[in-house]
């Protein structure tokens, strides 16, 4: 198991910025070997993946937000980042992390990941 807590979340206006951090502790596997992904949830809607990142550091995107989300992981911290640049209306959501130490296909699907975080609120406004 592995216990996530997500920070960073606020409300910036169309355009801007904000780094989403996810905290990892009481974590039974090496934190490097986790595949882990930041997930997002707007009202009435699914939730989605937006960016992921596995073990050896090879990330992929979810086509909306590439070339304006990045994501990394500080493994010396056990801390997985997201920075989100131009951001836009469409971007409001509740953003959520989530973990898993077994790869599966698909990491930006909602079942790749067993442990999850409690989430961020990021509201855009235009």
């Known amino acids: 198991q592995v216990q996530l807590v997500e920070s960073g979340g606020g409300s910036v206006q169309s355009g801007g910025s904000l780094r989403l951090s996810c905290a990892a502790s009481k974590y039974e596997y090496t934190y490097s070997r986790f595949y882990m992904g930041w997930f997002r949830q707007a009202p009435g809607k699914e939730r989605e993946g937006v960016a992921a990142?596995?073990?050896?550091?090879?990330?992929i995107y979810e086509e909306s937000v590439k070339g304006r989300f990045t994501i990394s992981k500080d493994n010396a911290k056990s801390t997985l980042y997201l920075q989100m640049d131009s951001l836009k209306s469409e971007d409001t959501g509740m953003y959520f992390c989530?973990?898993?130490?077994?790869?599966?296909?698909?990491?930006?699907?909602?079942?790749?990941?067993?442990?999850w975080g409690q989430g961020t609120q990021v509201t855009v406004s235009s």
């Open positions: 989530a973990a898993d130490n077994l790869f599966k296909n698909n990491q930006l699907s909602v079942g790749a990941y067993r442990y």
């Open positions: 990142i596995r073990s050896d550091g090879v990330t």
